[in-house]
Structures are given as C-alpha cells and as structure tokens.
C-alpha cells in the first residue's frame, strides 16, 4: 500500500502504530471490502463505481456473543441502521457494513439473512437487527442502476481477513470524494500502554466530506494551495463514516465518548461537518463478549476506571489521543492512496497531486520525517 501517510513522512502524532497501521491490528478484529466497477462512461452499460466494506469485531457468534459499542453523529446527514440499538442498550450484536445511500436497504436484507442463515435462533426466538451504514457514491455510480447486488454484500463478510487492509478507491470508499479530491477507504491504529498493560486502539474511515479550501495538512492550508486544481461540479458530499475498534475495556457510556473524539481527528483535515455531510462514528471494544444466555443472569465485566480525581490523571486521556491521531492519518492514508477515477456522465474525481502537495508541506515548514512521524506546522 504506498503512498499511506507514513512512506510520505507524514505520520501523526507520538503514539506507534500497531503492525499493520490498521484496524484489524485489534486482535479477532477482521475486515472485508468488495469493490465493483462495471461500465465506462459514454458506453451502453451503466456505470457503476461502488462497494462495500464489512467489519467484524470477533470471530465468534456476533448474534449470541455481543460486544459493548457506543455511536456520536458530528453531522447526522446519514443513516446507521441498529443505532437506536447501539444507544438504548449499549450493545453491537451484527457486522458493522458500509455500502452507498442507495443500497442500504438491500445490504439490511442482505446481512440479515446471512446471520438468519447462520443460525437457528434468528428469526425465530430473536431477531437480528443489523447495523448498516452508507457513503453515497452517486458523483461517480449511477445509482439509479441500483449496481450492487446481495452477493457483494456476502463476499465482503465471508473474506473478511485480519492483517492489512486495502486503502484508497475500494470497498465502500470506491465511489467517493474527499475534499473534493478523490477519496475513500483509510485505516491506522495505535498502540497505547494503561497500567503496563499494552491495548489497541485501531481506526477505519470511509471518507466522503469536505470543500477543497478546507483541506488541512497538519494544520498547513494545502486545499487553499490547491484551489486551482479544482473542477467545477466536483463539490458533492456524502457521508464520512468512521468505525473505531479497541481492547480496552470500556463500557457503552465510554466508547460513546470515545466514537465523538473522531470528531476531533477529522476536525484536523478541515471538515467542518457541513451540512450535506452525514459524519458519524461507531466504537466498540472487543474486551468482554455480552452472551445472550447463560446459567446466571449476571455478567461479571472488566472496565477501565473513569471519572477519577483529574489530579490522578485520566487512563482514558491516551485512549481519546489515540483516536483522534489514527482517525486524521486514517483520512490521510484514504486522500494519500486514492487515484484518479472516472465515473458516469463524465464526472472525474482527480488523485491529490502528492509532489506540489509535499513541496507546499515543506515550504510551510511541516517536517517531513523518515521514520514516518510528522511534525508540527509553523506557528
């Protein structure tokens, strides 16, 4: 994967990454994509640019073995399916799975019928509420062709693998923009240490907000550098959604303020969570697994203490640094990654332009750094 944040210098933040730099590095964690590009534009056939991206938190039984999960909405232009679950009981009992704003409701049908197939208890003594969520790639998919298909849904779960995970215009990042560049899957991950104790806090983002002129670079201007590479009619937006995975052990009321620290991160790109742009994000920790029976009727958790004297220090503190730094190099590594794509009626979504964007980095006197880590602009 060249051209991540990282083999550019441009890694945020003081915490390390894990091995991957990605969200899978959350152990059991696991993710999918499906990428479909059918049809070129001016032919017969319609043009599709389109996918999805699938994210299990374990391996095990999702639908009896739920982890707890919390979500925030910074602009809530957008639809997450099961979030009324996620708010009222705290728990995440489905793959989470991002496709475009026209499909959702076929990928509802679609990961619904993949968990009743997978058991015997869904559907008959409970049901299966799946959470589905979208990034709209109509700037570049016919979406009136409706292109994506039950099939595609079930490919990106049934490979859904731990190790790297393919960036830039896959998965449900294929039809998208960012900063009216062109956008789409981004992932990262840190390293944190509470107690002496090592945890994971991993990062995946489907990117699709932002103007040009908002576009911040560790804090230099490099969309107002940029403005006169823009093409006119490039400027719709979609839904950014971000999916935070973790093994600290935190409860639903944590991983809601975990998920709005996201908030933060793409903060620092430039979004201003306009108002067309649905950006919401989702955390959950794979720490304790909630089971649907058992022989008692209590669950005995670990949680990570909250709440403490602030003169103590807070152990989530470097819980909430690690997602807003792995959520800015995630959207950093979707910008970074993504190549030029031509989509229906002729509308082009053009790759950032790396060499004038690092020349300008380096004129603002950001550090570029060999061992990956950025620095600070100047003052």
Known sequence: MGNRARDLGLGVGVLTPGTHNAITDVPDVRVGVTTVIEGEPGGSEPVIRTGVTAILPHSGNLFRNRVFAGMSAFNGYGEMTSSLVVDEWGLLNSPIVIVDTAHVGMGYDTVARWMTAADPAVGDIDVAIPLVTETDAGFLSDNRSFGLRPHHIVAALEEATDGPVPEGCVGSGTGTQLFEFKGGLGTSSRVIEIDHERFTVGVLVSTNYGHRHQLRIHGAPVGEHLRDTLRPGSDKEGSC????????????????????????????TGSCANDGSGEISLAFSTANHIPREGGSSFDHVELLRGGQFWTAGAPLDVVFEAVVDATEEAALNALFTAQTMRGRDGN????????????????????????????????
């Open 348 to 379: 082009v979504l053009h790759a950032i332009p790396l060499d004038r964007t690092l020349e300008f980095l380096s004129s603002w006197r950001v550090p570029i750094h060999e061992d990956g880590a950025g620095g600070a602009p100047r003052a």
């Open 241 to 268: 959604i971000v999916v935070i995975a973790t093994d600290v052990p935190l409860h639903p009321g944590q991983l809601r303020r975990v998920a709005r620290r996201a908030d933060a991160g793409l903060a620092r």
